[in-house]
């Protein structure tokens, strides 16, 4: 059973992790309202709180926290890999060039069509292309449409899945959507 001051710092661990996340998620939500140049830094400044925060998790040698650090470290690096990688499609869209984010989709559906990159990194970027071309009002394909619904739904189900306990909330913060 876990002492008070264990489970206060787990408590506090797990704020810290989410008010990241938020962070991160609410400056790529208000991106349109900044410019690029404050966009990036604000979102550069929060990923390296999150860099921050993983190098305390590491440092903490607590043998009876272990497993629950363990997730939070797993959540955070999940989430740093996250934020770095989209800039260019973030570039595209704040500049509003809709035919270089179609390149971009071009390119990474050939890369994953000789599987020079993975199955979750595709489905990821190719989300973030199609959801920054829909935002620009640009006519998407029924392909297209149909995996923006798909992953919606993924979403959602997700969402409702995580409603149950905290290590589902984080994980599923930082997950990848999957076809």
């Given at each position: 059973m876990s002492s008070v001051p264990e489970t206060q710092l787990k408590k506090n661990l797990e704020d810290q992790l989410n008010r990241l996340l938020a962070q991160l998620r609410d400056i790529d939500d208000n991106r349109d309202e900044m410019d690029l140049e404050e966009y990036e830094e604000m979102r550069c400044e929060t990923v390296k709180q999150l860099e921050e925060f993983q190098a305390s998790l590491d440092n903490i040698s607590n043998v009876s926290l272990k497993s629950d650090?363990?997730?939070f470290k797993m959540a955070v690096t999940a989430a740093?890999?996250?934020a770095f990688r989209t800039p260019e499609v973030i570039r595209f869209f704040?500049?509003?060039e809709p035919g270089q984010l179609r390149l971009k989709l071009e390119q990474i559906e050939r890369d994953h069509t000789f599987r020079q990159i993975d199955e979750s990194f595709y489905?990821?970027?190719r989300l973030e292309i199609?959801?920054?071309?829909?935002?620009?009002?640009?006519k998407l394909d029924t392909t297209e449409e149909l995996f923006l619904e798909r992953a919606t739904a993924t979403n959602e189900m997700l969402q409702k899945l995580s409603q149950d306990g905290t290590e589902e909330k984080m994980l599923s913060n930082v997950k990848d959507l999957k076809k």
């Open positions: 650090l363990d997730r740093i890999a996250e704040t500049r509003k489905n990821s970027t199609l959801l920054a071309l829909k935002k620009l009002g640009e």
